[in-house]
């Protein structure tokens, strides 16, 4: 079974830095696809930034100039750079990846790590 492990979250002071690691374990290949999302006290999950195997990003609009992701394909590893943090940056931040296999049926498998926790307050 693939487990998807985030590490790094915390607490930071408006316009600091954090660095959010997340590995997936438990595959012999590389996912095609890995990103953050994340979810604050009362909203909804939103899509922070995902990253192809290819290195092709999507990164929500909020958080563009701020934010960078990565990734190491081999390691399976996905990375966030959160820089210039604001309050509204609050939120519980879930790793996610998806997996094509073709064995027992070509589909796409996502998995979720439990989140880590990123506060940004005085």
């Known amino acids: 079974q693939v487990q998807l492990v985030e590490s790094g979250g915390g607490l930071v002071q408006p316009g600091g830095s954090l660095r959010l690691s997340c590995v997936a374990s438990?595959?012999?290949?590389?996912?095609?696809?890995m990103g953050w999302y994340r979810q604050a006290p009362g909203k909804q999950r939103e899509l922070v930034a995902t990253?192809?195997?290819?290195?092709?990003?999507n990164v929500a609009d909020s958080v563009k100039g701020r934010f960078t992701i990565s990734r190491d394909n081999a390691k399976n590893a996905v990375y966030l750079q959160m820089d210039s943090l604001e309050s509204a940056d609050t939120a519980v931040y879930y790793c996610?990846?998806?997996?094509?296999?073709?064995?027992?049926?070509?589909?796409?498998?996502?998995?979720w790590g439990q989140g880590t926790l990123v506060t940004v307050s005085s």
């Open positions: 990253i192809t195997i290819g290195g092709a990003t």
């Open positions: 438990g595959s012999m290949f590389s996912s095609k696809t």
């Open positions: 996610n990846a998806v997996f094509h296999v073709i064995r027992p049926l070509r589909r796409d498998l996502e998995f």
